[in-house]
């Protein structure tokens, strides 16, 4: 008899540990059961009316679910989070099990420049998925995605400012490389000269190769792919091809494309090549 109420006691206990479970609070990391795809838009991380970004949390995520930031082109001087739109949904529909965070950032003028205005946008928005994380339920691995000067700045905060090793990967679509290229540097393009010039602050070697990621670059530089048009006028293509040869220099994991009649972005069939390589390289590097 005492056996049988000892297992009956069991029993109930075991009831009340999963009824206890069922109850699904968000704010606990430990109950990570059937959590529901969230978003939530223009999340503030700053005083600016730009320095906002939208989230968008996968069903069933845990803390290992990864984190892929876009950030959009525009020269440093314009630009919005819905330029991204495109890839968000096309990661939404692809690649379901990356939480996704796409951000705007401070836009440069005249009396502010892009260096280190932007990079801190950047840096303050991972601290912020930080802080938030068991919120979230969010891991610290970050990918970057970026075009044009997203990519840019996607490149160069991973390279350099990376001081913890969060980021997984970072994808470079027709983003700048190296202002000491001599196709930047001794071009008498003026499309080439006023993008140069948006970094006007300092024109020193030395200024140049800090906001340069191909000089950032080192061995432990996480996984990187990059695109890049053949005919793109703001971008030369010695942007990508040097940039790849000095990835390969550093034996850092790396993909680089190439198309040789595109311009500064592309659509159809070169599109849908873009978008097949960064879904494969993401699954690689970046999903659980």
């Known amino acids: 008899m005492k056996t049988i109420k000892f297992r009956l006691l069991l029993l109930f206990i075991s ?9 699904n609070n968000p704010n606990d990391p430990q109950d990570q059961t059937a959590l529901e795809f969230r978003q939530e838009l223009n999340v503030s991380y700053g005083n600016d009316s730009d320095q906002v970004f939208d989230i968008y949390l996968p069903a069933n995520r845990t803390l290992n679910t990864k984190v892929m930031i876009l950030v959009h082109g525009g020269g440093w001087t314009s630009g919005d989070k819905s330029d991204m739109d495109l890839l968000k949904d096309l990661i939404l ?4 099990d990356i939480a996704i965070v796409n951000i705007n950032y401070r836009l440069a003028d005249e009396n502010h420049p ?5 990079i801190d946008d950047i840096t303050t928005i991972i601290n912020l998925l930080k802080t938030n994380q068991n919120d979230y339920v969010i891991s610290d691995d970050i990918g970057f995605l970026g075009t044009s000067a997203g990519a840019h700045l996607s490149l160069l905060w991973s390279y350099a400012f990376d001081t913890e090793s969060d980021v997984r990967m970072v994808a470079s679509i027709v983003g700048p490389t190296n202002f000491t290229d001599p196709a930047y540097l001794e071009n008498e393009d003026p499309l080439l000269d006023e993008l140069l010039d948006t970094f006007g602050i300092d024109t020193s070697i030395e200024f ?3 906001v340069s990621p191909y000089h950032q670059a080192t061995s432990d530089s996480p996984p990187t792919i990059l695109f890049y048009g053949g005919q793109d006028p703001l971008i030369p293509t010695s942007q990508g091809v040097d940039m790849e040869a000095k990835l390969a220099s550093l034996g850092v994991t790396h993909q680089f494309t190439l198309y040789p009649n595109a311009g500064h972005g592309w659509i159809g069939i070169e ?14 590097h970046l999903e659980d």
């Open 271 to 284: 599109l849908l090549d873009t978008w097949t390589k960064l879904k494969a390289f993401s699954q690689t």
């Open 208 to 210: 140049l190769e800090e």
């Open 114 to 118: 892009p260096y280190p205005m932007q």
């Open 93 to 96: 529909q692809d690649l379901p």
């Open 15 to 23: 009831i009340g540990l999963f009824s206890c479970s069922d109850d």
